[in-house]
């Protein structure tokens, strides 16, 4: 089972990387880690992530997370709080 579930992971993976872009992989691994929603409808991600921890997860750089995640800020999607990162609403497909 331990086997089978890793060689799914890599599927997953390798398959993200070929056909989701840096803000689909950013979005899909902020919702996968997303608790559910609270009384004011914002989910929290429960782990703490650096920019870099998420860049090293999706395959991209630092700065290109840190870019996206400001533009998310400012439209009012995301927002950091004391290292979590809360999503406010639902975020968009595109970007």
């Known amino acids: 089972a331990r086997v089978i579930r890793r060689a799914r ?3 997953t993976n390798a398959r993200n ?3 989701l872009d840096v803000y689909g992989r950013v979005v899909q691994l902020l ?8 009384a004011d409808g914002a989910r929290v991600v429960g782990e703490r992530l650096t920019h870099g921890d998420i860049a090293a997860r999706v395959g991209c750089s630092r700065e290109m997370v840190s870019r ?22 639902a975020l968009p497909a595109r970007w």
Not at 31 to 38: F, N
Not at 68 to 89: F, H, M, N, P, S
Request: zero cysteines; glycine letters at 8%.
């Open 9 to 11: 992971m890599a599927t």
């Open 17 to 19: 990387m070929a056909l």
């Open 31 to 38: 919702e996968s880690l997303a608790e559910p929603a609270q």
């Open 68 to 89: 996206l995640l400001k533009d998310l800020e400012r439209g009012g999607y995301v927002e950091a709080q004391r290292g979590t990162i809360v999503i406010r609403r």
